[in-house]
């Protein structure tokens, strides 16, 4: 069974950063991309970013593009969100998520492409 933990999440002031990181145990984690989505209060759960397994590629939605870098440390099984001047409208559950399919050549926006999801850390940004 895989199991993923997200960590990192607080408040912050609009503008600051965080770092967010999403430690992975129970399969080979350098063989799947990973992904992180948020989901804000009333909202559906969306993409935020995607990573392949080896890390070469990665995905942003257009929102978070120039402030948000997806990263990951295969020898730590772990993969980083850090976030940079965030805005009130990231305020958000964020989730980590592991791709279903080993070694996918480009990284996954898709939400039923990931069949783990770690609990979610809070992101709250006051303006």
């Known amino acids: 069974q895989v199991q993923l933990v997200e960590s990192g999440g607080g408040l912050v002031q609009a503008g600051g950063s965080l770092r967010l990181s999403c430690a992975a145990s129970?399969?080979?984690?350098?063989?799947?991309?990973m992904g992180w989505f948020r989901q804000a209060p009333g909202k559906e759960r969306e993409f935020v970013a995607a990573?392949?397994?080896?890390?070469?590629?990665?995905d942003y939605t257009d929102s978070v593009k120039g402030r948000f870098t997806i990263s990951r440390d295969n020898a730590k099984n772990t993969v980083y969100l850090q976030m940079n001047s965030l805005k009130a409208e990231d305020t958000a559950v964020y989730f980590c998520?592991?791709?279903?399919?080993?070694?996918?050549?480009?990284?996954?926006?898709?939400?039923?492409?990931?069949?783990?999801w770690g609990q979610g850390t809070q992101v709250t940004v006051s303006s």
């Open positions: 998520a592991a791709d279903r399919t080993p070694l996918r050549g480009v990284p996954t926006t898709w939400h039923d492409n990931y069949n783990y």
């Open positions: 129970g399969r080979t984690f350098t063989r799947y991309g």
């Open positions: 990573i392949t397994w080896g890390g070469s590629r990665t």
